[in-house]
């Protein structure tokens, strides 16, 4: 397979561009930052991503979606991370709906997927516990009783946690926290007894809670897949979770970097265009070609989760770490690069450098990564 | 792509497989670990082993030492998707490539684009059955970085040009047959536009060549010189005071070449060959924390490097390439395979100082490692590399 867009690729990628630089600019998260929306973000401009298709992007067809694949939805999320547009497609329409389509039985994919097409339901992922990603070291704990189990235990970073409407969490149903053995997803009505919710405003103005289950009952219907044994079902859809910010990274690095390059070409200091001082040439130029490599490690990522997802973990991994890194240098290097300007919080740099900064922690940052890789190769 | 185009790739890929299965020799599925290991071809070229002239042989017989050549020439007439699925398979097993020949990376693509028709009926089936073996004429010793201020003169005399000067970093001179040569052919106009490139016979009147002795021991490049070297004027590819376009179109593949030189994807990974030296605990964790987060952040680059050349490829088979790209990628992957070598010799300790012992195959990787240092340099600076990306990819002022 091609490392390139295909032509459909490219009209998906067309089309979400003109909606997402029409209707969300930089300028969109920033007046839902300052009217303190309550929603966090534009709920009629979700309802047209239902519309375009993109809500149900992954729902297979039968259930209303656009069955399309995961290289489709990093097209989508780059042209995000290019506004930092708020919107409910990670958690919903990537994480969720994958853990449905993927976990679900009959009932729960037609009971759920259906909605999540349509864009009336909004679903999440409630995985971290502690400060760092350890899905492994999930503690959460679900007990059996009578016909299901009772969930006691707390989840933070929690995308769109206050405004979903499904929550899908991570539980220990046996073992200790470390262990492979013993975790199990829930689907958990946030209306739910037991269940309190604090939505948690980020540094990058994009919604995220923390949530505490004290004793919330749960019927046998709401386990996702198999009791015990959910750590592959979490670490694929984890790992598509991953691929999609890597997607969205990339393009918040590319728009940061387009940025910086045209304030090079314009600003003027010592009577000259700060763009013709070779220092600073060399330095948009080695970004330049990280971003094209991370770039490419990211269409590799999502290419192998489209092939198989439980074979994507090291090309996954090579792509949220590098996208990590790569962001991380793009949004200093445009704040540096801005002088005070890019200080200032009228203009939209900081933005982008707020927003990489949760990227990098959502779903293990470059060293959790990192570390990922060196353990997949033995050393 | 058709699903008839899907299935032809998919059958060709299927007896690909099987024909290297059945002909690629169990010892030519390892990398390389010495220079003999590399066959060159050439007038004077010797098989360092049986398996080597076997693989070499069948390989060129089916055209596959210049896949993508047209038959015509002597190549093998794939299409690029063809042509990925041959590399993809010979990787899997880990082929050595048959031959290796500046004449296939460098002086050949440049020929297929500006050379006439009897130059390439001449020149390119002895480069693809490795018959040739052809040396870069580029580099003078008051013209590095800075190339086209070269100064070597070809005077026109009759029907010939008179060549004189000299050439220096020329890789293997001393064992090469023939030269590709950057020239001035007119010395008054400005230096981009006075230049021609030039072939000529290494054993002609007038040509001497020096190695050089390097940092790493070895002797790769030599000094050659040129007094009054007499050569036809039908041997100037593309146009006299043209050839600056000739030069950098070489120079692109001289770069995505030297780019792709670390051993990516080969070999053992470098945490195992780390691990021999260094240890692990009882985990199997190398035992040298700091030396690990290294090792795995150089791979999750050189992953990524990958992924990046896989890409340029597919650009360009998609018109949709930069020019100037493999500037970028030589740029960074010569830096990376720098800093695969600063690993290699810091997890090797002290084993990996030893110079001359048998132990140590004579210091291989000492030596290599100090080779590599030049992989940011030769085919133009990473310094350079940096300013055409800024000045032809970034569109930077002044630059």
């Known amino acids: 397979m091609a490392l390139v867009l295909t032509e459909e690729q490219s009209m998906l990628r067309?089309?979400?561009?003109?909606?997402?630089?029409?209707?969300?600019?930089v300028s969109h998260l920033r007046?839902?930052?300052?009217?303190?929306?309550?929603?966090?973000?534009?709920?009629?401009?979700?309802?047209?991503?239902?519309?375009?298709?993109?809500?149900?992007?992954?729902?297979?067809?039968?259930?209303?979606?656009?069955?399309?694949?995961?290289?489709?939805?990093?097209?989508?999320?780059?042209?995000i991370g290019r506004t930092l547009m708020p919107s409910p497609f990670l958690a919903t329409s990537v994480v969720a709906a994958s853990a449905l389509n993927r976990g679900g039985n009959a009932a729960q994919k037609s009971e759920f997927l259906p909605r999540i097409a349509s864009g009336s339901l909004l679903a999440t992922l409630a995985i971290d516990e502690g400060a760092k990603h350890r899905p492994l070291q999930t503690a959460l704990q679900a007990v059996r009783a009578g016909n299901g189990f009772k969930l006691s235990g707390a989840k933070a970073l929690v995308v769109d946690g206050h405004v979903a409407d499904l929550v899908i969490v991570a539980a220990r149903t046996s073992g200790s926290a470390g262990e492979r053995e013993g975790l199990t997803l829930f689907l958990v009505n946030p209306k739910a007894k037991g269940v309190s919710i604090e939505r948690t405003i980020m540094v990058?103005?994009?919604?995220?809670?923390?949530?505490?289950?004290?004793?919330?009952?749960?019927?046998?219907?709401?386990?996702?897949?198999?009791?015990?044994?959910?750590?592959?079902?979490?670490?694929?859809?984890?790992?598509?979770?991953?691929?999609?910010?890597?997607?969205?990274?990339?393009?918040?690095?590319?728009?940061?970097?387009?940025?910086?390059?045209?304030?090079?070409?314009?600003?003027?200091?010592?009577?000259?265009?700060?763009?013709?001082?070779?220092?600073?040439?060399?330095?948009?130029?080695?970004?330049?070609?990280?971003?094209?490599?991370?770039?490419?490690?990211?269409?590799?990522?999502?290419?192998?989760?489209?092939?198989?997802?439980?074979?994507?973990?090291?090309?996954?991994?090579?792509?949220?770490?590098?996208?990590?890194?790569?962001?991380?240098?793009?949004?200093?290097?445009?704040?540096?690069?801005?002088?005070?300007?890019?200080?200032?919080?009228?203009?939209?740099?900081?933005?982008?450098?707020?927003?990489?900064?949760?990227?990098?922690?959502?779903?293990?940052?470059?060293?959790?990564?990192?570390?990922?890789?060196?353990?997949?190769?033995?050393? | 792509m058709s699903?008839?185009?899907?299935?032809?790739?998919?059958?060709?890929?299927?007896?690909?497989?099987?024909?290297?299965?059945?002909?690629?020799?169990?010892e030519m599925r390892k990398p390389a670990t010495s220079d003999a290991d590399v066959f060159w071809g050439g007038r004077s070229?010797?098989?360092?082993?049986?398996?080597?002239?076997?693989?070499?042989?069948?390989?060129?017989?089916?055209?596959w030492t210049v896949p993508d050549w047209p038959r015509e020439y002597g190549g093998g007439g794939l299409s690029a998707a063809e042509h990925k699925v041959l590399r993809s398979e010979m990787a899997r097993i880990g082929a050595r490539p048959p031959l290796s020949s500046f004449g296939i990376w460098m002086l050949g693509p440049a020929l297929l684009k500006y050379g006439n028709e009897a130059q390439k009926k001449e020149h390119l089936p002895k480069i693809a059955a490795g018959l040739i073996r052809w040396c870069q004429g580029y580099s003078e010793p008051n013209a590095g970085s800075d190339l086209a201020s070269l100064q070597t003169r070809a005077e026109s005399d009759g029907d010939d040009f008179v060549i004189t000067g000299s050439k220096i970093w020329?890789?293997?001179?001393?064992?090469?047959?023939?030269?590709?040569?950057?020239?001035?052919?007119?010395?008054?106009?400005?230096?981009?536009?006075?230049?021609?490139?030039?072939?000529?016979?290494?054993?002609?009147?007038?040509?001497?060549?020096?190695?050089?002795?390097l940092i790493s021991g070895y002797s790769p490049f030599c000094e050659t010189f040129f007094d009054g070297v007499r050569v036809p004027k039908s041997h100037v590819v593309g146009?006299?005071?043209?050839?600056?376009?000739?030069?950098?179109?070489?120079?692109?593949?001289?770069?995505?070449?030297?780019?792709?030189?670390?051993?990516?994807?080969?070999?053992?990974?470098?945490?195992?060959?780390?691990?021999?030296?260094?240890?692990?605990?009882?985990?199997?964790?190398?035992?040298?924390?700091?030396?690990?987060?290294?090792?795995?952040?150089?791979d999750v680059d050189e992953a990524a490097l990958a992924a990046c050349a896989e890409r340029a490829v597919d650009l360009a088979k998609a018109g949709q390439a930069h020019p100037a790209f493999s500037s970028a990628m030589k740029f960074y992957g010569t830096e990376l395979n720098k800093r695969r070598y600063e690993?290699?010799?810091?997890?090797?300790?002290?084993?990996?100082?030893?110079?001359?012992?048998?132990?140590?195959?004579?210091?291989?990787?000492?030596?290599?490692?100090?080779?590599?240092?030049?992989?940011?340099?030769?085919?133009?600076?990473?310094?350079?590399?940096?300013?055409?990306?800024?000045?032809?990819?970034?569109?930077?002022?002044?630059?």
């Open chain 1, 14 to 25: 067309d089309s979400a561009r003109g909606l997402i630089s029409d209707k969300a600019p």
């Open chain 1, 31 to 79: 007046s839902l930052r300052d009217s303190k929306d309550p929603t966090g973000f534009s709920k009629e401009l979700w309802q047209s991503f239902a519309e375009m298709g993109f809500a149900g992007l992954l729902v297979p067809e039968e259930f209303g979606g656009s069955g399309l694949g995961y290289m489709e939805a990093g097209v989508v999320m780059e042209e």
């Open chain 1, 204 to 379: 990058d103005a994009h919604n995220a809670a923390r949530i505490e289950l004290a004793n919330v009952e749960v019927n046998a219907d709401g386990v996702l897949g198999e009791v015990d044994q959910g750590a592959d079902l979490l670490d694929g859809v984890l790992d598509i979770g991953r691929g999609a910010i890597a997607a969205e990274m990339v393009g918040l690095s590319d728009e940061v970097f387009n940025r910086t390059v045209e304030y090079l070409k314009n600003r003027k200091q010592f009577g000259k265009l700060i763009g013709e001082f070779q220092a600073l040439q060399h330095r948009a130029a080695e970004l330049y070609v990280d971003i094209e490599i991370t770039r490419a490690a990211t269409m590799k990522a999502l290419q192998a989760l489209d092939a198989d997802v439980g074979k994507a973990a090291s090309a996954v991994a090579v792509a949220k770490a590098r996208a990590g890194t790569t962001a991380t240098r793009a949004v200093q290097e445009g704040v540096q690069m801005h002088g005070g300007m890019g200080m200032t919080d009228q203009f939209d740099i900081g933005f982008f450098m707020k927003r990489a900064r949760v990227c990098e922690e959502l779903f293990g940052d470059a060293n959790y990564h990192t570390e990922q890789l060196a353990r997949a190769r033995g050393y």
């Open chain 2, 3 to 26: 699903e008839t185009e899907t299935a032809e790739l998919e059958q060709f890929r299927s007896e690909t497989r099987a024909w290297l299965e059945a002909n690629c020799p169990p």
């Open chain 2, 45 to 63: 070229a010797k098989f360092s082993s049986e398996p080597q002239r076997i693989w070499f042989e069948r390989m060129r017989d089916k055209g």
């Open chain 2, 170 to 213: 020329t890789s293997y001179a001393n064992y090469a047959d023939w030269i590709f040569c950057l020239v001035r052919t007119d010395p008054t106009a400005k230096k981009h536009d006075g230049i021609s490139f030039i072939l000529f016979d290494m054993t002609s009147k007038g040509v001497t060549t020096k190695p050089i002795l």
């Open chain 2, 239 to 298: 146009t006299v005071n043209r050839g600056w376009d000739v030069a950098k179109y070489l120079l692109q593949h001289e770069r995505a070449m030297i780019s792709g030189m670390g051993e990516r994807g080969v070999g053992r990974p470098l945490g195992q060959i780390a691990a021999d030296s260094v240890g692990t605990d009882a985990q199997g964790k190398l035992d040298d924390a700091m030396l690990r987060g290294q090792i795995a952040k150089f």
């Open chain 2, 343 to 399: 690993i290699l010799m810091s997890a090797g300790g002290v084993d990996a100082l030893e110079w001359e012992s048998e132990r140590s195959k004579q210091g291989a990787r000492p030596r290599a490692w100090l080779r590599t240092k030049a992989n940011s340099i030769e085919g133009g600076t990473s310094e350079v590399m940096l300013g055409i990306v800024a000045k032809r990819i970034l569109d930077l002022p002044g630059a």
